[in-house]
């Protein structure tokens, strides 16, 4: 921890997989529906969250921990489905907030025994990039059949 040449590495990685994301992504918003592509966020939320279940199960942690990561998974989770068919604000709620599950719990705190900085950290960089993502296409209309979130009020 505190290494600033790994961290700011480690944080352009999680720029680069977020563009190779984002683009997926907007491909998706572009030759399918709007759920289609809500569904992706959706699901890519669901496995950045339960990636440390994975890391709790493999570094042979107690299942206490595996329920907290089964918690994450069900916060994040949670808002984004609401995000599904609601408010697309949800999904991008729940982005934003995932970086603080990633370094509160496992950059800074106990979690960081299982959990690599590899992962952590670059998760920052990537959740904050996709929750912008969608902001901006929610709030210019960048998906097909959506009008903007300007024109909405």
């Known amino acids: ?14 720029v680069a997989y977020a563009a190779i994301f984002i683009v ?4 998706i918003s572009r030759f399918t ?3 289609v592509w809500r569904s992706f966020l959706v699901l890519f939320l669901f496995i950045a969250a339960g990636l440390y279940i994975v890391f709790a199960l493999g570094a042979g942690e107690s299942a206490l921990w595996v329920l907290v990561e089964l918690v994450g998974v069900a916060i994040f989770g949670a808002m984004a489905l609401l995000g599904l068919r609601g408010s ?4 991008v709620a729940a982005w934003a907030l995932h970086p603080l599950w990633d370094m509160v719990l496992h950059y800074l705190g106990p979690g960081r025994s299982f959990a690599p900085e590899t992962y952590t ?4 960089s990537f959740d904050w990039l996709v929750a912008v993502y969608i902001t901006i296409a929610h709030v210019f209309g960048l998906v097909r059949g959506r009008r903007p979130a300007l024109r909405e009020q």
């Not at 921890?1 to 999680?14: A, E, K, S, T």
């Not at 697309?88 to 999904?91: A, T, V």
């Not at 950290?121 to 920052?124: G, K, Q, S, T, Y």
């Open 88 to 91: 697309l604000w949800w999904i």
């Open 33 to 35: 529906s709007e759920i």
């Open 121 to 124: 950290i670059a998760c920052l």
């Open 1 to 14: 921890m505190g290494n600033p040449p790994l961290i700011v590495g480690l944080l352009i990685n999680g």
């Open 24 to 27: 997926v992504a907007v491909l």
